[in-house]
């Protein structure tokens, strides 16, 4: 089954804790990105990567982190340094930075 | 500053009418434009893609793009209470960055 999964899908994290955000895609995708949903806003990019090996900061990655190790997982860490963590954060996918992008289902995270 | 537009809503319309939807973009040379929906607690799923001037048909769903005006519209046809959802425009620029610039979405209703 080709497709992007996320987990948890509900993610509960008392302040000071560190947590991070599971993204796995099987379809054979180069780039990988990480946005934040916010109730009535729209996508904020935190995060995105092109090939293994190499990633760049959105326009909000103060107090987050990634790594892209292999070229299926791109997982995010949010550090104690976020402020205001509590969002919906989504993962998604696209063959290369030139085309359009999926998306996974998306984890709620929620501070305690 | 690239930026999208949309009003946030919500369009409310009858069941069976058609619904308009509208994105405007200050990016003068953008290439691919696209649309996603986004149902409430979901994650966004694309839709339409549209990369030249016209009309493109799919199914129900109509996406028309005016690049000298600067806007991409989405029109859905015989609107179904299932068509209830928020309808985000995705723009992405010619050269340089290929990250897209997201709309913070129209919501749609369709009422019986």
């Known amino acids: 089954d080709g497709g992007i999964t996320q987990s948890p899908k509900y993610l509960f994290r008392k302040e000071g804790q560190n947590v991070t955000l599971s993204c796995e895609q099987n379809?054979?995708?180069?780039?990988m990105y990480w946005y934040r949903q916010d109730p009535g806003q729209g996508l904020r990019l935190i995060y995105y990567?092109?090939?293994?090996?190499?990633?760049q900061k959105g326009d909000i990655a103060e107090g987050y982190s990634v790594s892209r190790e292999k070229k299926e997982s791109f997982p995010l860490t949010v550090t104690s340094a976020q402020k205001n963590p509590t969002a919906f954060y989504l993962c998604a996918t696209s063959r290369d930075m030139y085309n359009e992008q999926f998306f996974g289902p998306g984890t709620r995270l929620t501070v305690l | 500053q690239k930026e999208v537009e949309q009003n946030s809503g919500p369009l409310s319309v009858p069941e069976g009418a058609i619904a308009s939807l509208n994105c405007t973009y200050s990016?003068?040379?953008?290439?691919?434009f696209f649309w996603y929906r986004q149902y409430s607690g979901k994650s966004p799923e694309l839709i339409m893609s549209i990369y030249s001037n016209g009309d493109k048909e799919d199914g129900r769903f109509t996406a028309q793009l005016n690049k000298a005006s600067q806007y991409v519209s989405l029109l859905i046809r015989d609107s179904q209470p299932s068509d209830s959802a928020t309808y985000l425009c995705a723009v992405y620029p010619s050269g340089g960055s290929y990250i897209p610039t997201f709309g913070r979405g129209t919501s749609l209703i369709v009422h019986p």
């Open positions: 379809l054979n995708h180069d780039a």
């Open positions: 990567s092109q090939i293994v090996n190499d990633f």
């Open positions: 990016d003068r040379v953008s290439q691919s």
